[in-house]
């Protein structure tokens, strides 16, 4: 059996199934059916793959999401082989400018409410140190990578080159450069009748 660790970029996955399906995802169900479908991209492996446990990492913004953070820390986190870390979001007041006439907008014409964004901070770089720090401990042979995100690539050839094998699961037609980096990649896409809550 060959130890296995799944890191989720919660946001990126979640988008992506909005974009494709109108009703939920069924999250118990996700680990066990990305291991079954890397498991068959990485047929030439030495043995099956085990699931050790997942790992979400995801973002809030605080003023809106308390119930997001609610089923992140009461139920997600608290389901078989789940750890969930979650980051605050900051928002910040920023104008949007308009390319057509030049203008800065501050406030919306609409309502006059201040125009906040609030970054997402911190995820990408808590996947990177806890796939580097897992991999540096032997901790896992073969990482599910749940995520299109290229900013990952330097990372997932550093640790490609220790020895771990990275395999991404992604969607079709989206993020190319980082299924490309990894050791070996498979679509979420055909999983979605089987994960998709009634």
């Not at 800065?104 to 990408?124: T, W, Y």
């Amino acid at each position: 059996m060959i130890p296995t660790r799944v890191f989720i970029d919660y946001w990126n996955y979640e988008l992506q199934w909005r974009d494709r399906v109108q009703k939920q995802c069924d999250w118990a169900k996700l680990p066990h059916l990305l291991t079954a479908s890397a498991s068959s991209a990485a047929a030439q492996l030495a043995g099956p793959l085990k699931l050790d446990h997942t790992r979400v990492y995801a973002s809030v913004n605080p003023a809106r999401d308390g119930k997001l953070r609610n089923w992140l820390d009461t139920w997600l986190d608290r389901q078989p082989g789940y750890r969930v870390f979650v980051r605050e979001r900051q928002s910040r007041v920023k104008s949007v400018h308009c390319r057509t006439c030049g203008k800065d907008i501050q406030d919306c014409p609409h309502c006059n409410a201040k125009i906040e964004r609030a970054a997402e901070k911190g995820v990408d770089s808590a996947i990177i140190t806890d796939m580097f720090s897992l991999a540096w401990e032997g901790a896992y042979e073969v990482a599910i990578l749940v995520s299109g995100d290229a900013d990952l690539v330097p990372a997932v050839t550093r640790i490609l080159e220790k020895g771990p094998k990275i395999i991404n699961a992604t969607w079709d037609k989206y993020g190319h450069q980082l299924a490309k980096a990894c050791w070996a990649s498979f679509s979420i896409d055909p999983l979605i009748p089987q994960l998709t809550r009634s």
